[in-house]
């Protein structure tokens, strides 16, 4: 059984919205991109001394290409870890129910590309080289792939960020450091079908009950953050030096398993 059977939609749960928030790394725009591989890791779960289990978030990664053949990889956590619950929701500081932010954008890619959630996807075992960081190189491994995606379209709104650096600790946590890191963070997703251009999710909802609704959000997020970064690095007291380098359930009806473009 795929995994992603686990991510639960639910008509309770609010869904996609249209908001403007607040090295390498493309600046800030909208892209046309091919997704060229689509695959899942779950982090590793280890006990501590007090019998803390932590790990087991289950994440997407996305290799996206440019027209011109560059590149992007994105990570999306779409399920919290162990101390989590492994789920695709957490409570709001109003305790209520909400997608994780990570979930969203990869319901999105799936909706807006083949017309179903991504808990609707199957997969299929293969080997993809990844990067091993132990190894420091990539290296073969066999893991979940999201076939259905790969070769499909879409429009991404593409953030550049200038974030702290963190580093890993010999007890295995991250410390923030002085040093900056530049990379890029997808922050949006819109459709890329001719019927439904540069729509968003909940657009093309909109649209099925009111057929004048138009392509909005597109412009309205490109007049935001087009050529500009998403600059997060703030000076840290007697934080290490980085290297160089890198960037409960709600009860309610099911969603509804019907194609987001019928």
Request: proline share 2%.
């Amino acid at each position: 059984m795929s995994l992603l059977k686990n991510l639960k939609t639910d008509a309770s749960i609010q869904g996609e919205q249209d908001r403007i928030g607040g090295g390498g790394a493309i600046e800030s725009n909208v892209y046309d991109l091919t997704i060229d591989m689509a695959y899942i890791t779950v982090s590793e779960e280890k006990t501590d001394g007090d019998g803390k289990v932590t790990g087991g978030a289950m994440a997407v990664t996305i290799i996206y290409k440019q027209e011109n053949g560059k590149e992007i990889t994105d990570t999306q956590y779409v399920t919290g870890g162990a101390d989590k619950g492994k789920k695709n929701t957490y409570l709001d500081k109003d305790k209520n129910e909400q997608y994780l932010p990570g979930f969203l954008i990869m319901d999105a890619v799936a909706m807006l590309t083949l017309g179903k959630s991504i808990s609707d996807l199957e997969t299929e075992d293969k080997l993809v080289e990844v990067y091993d960081f132990q190894a420091k190189a990539k290296v073969a491994k066999k893991l979940p792939v999201i076939t259905e995606l790969i070769g499909k379209k879409l429009v991404a709104g593409i953030l550049r960020v200038v974030a702290n650096k963190k580093v890993k600790q010999q007890n295995g946590s991250y410390a923030v450091t002085n040093d900056k890191s530049t990379f890029n963070e997808v922050s949006k997703i819109f459709c890329a079908r001719d019927d439904f251009k540069h729509m968003t999710v909940a657009e093309i909802r909109a649209k099925k009950a009111d057929p004048s609704v138009t392509a909005k959000f597109y412009d309205e997020w490109k007049n935001n953050y087009a050529g500009k970064d998403k600059d997060t690095f703030k000076p840290v007291d007697g934080a290490p030096a980085g290297t160089s380098g890198g960037s409960q359930t709600a009860s309610g009806a099911t969603a509804p398993k019907t194609s987001l473009f019928g």
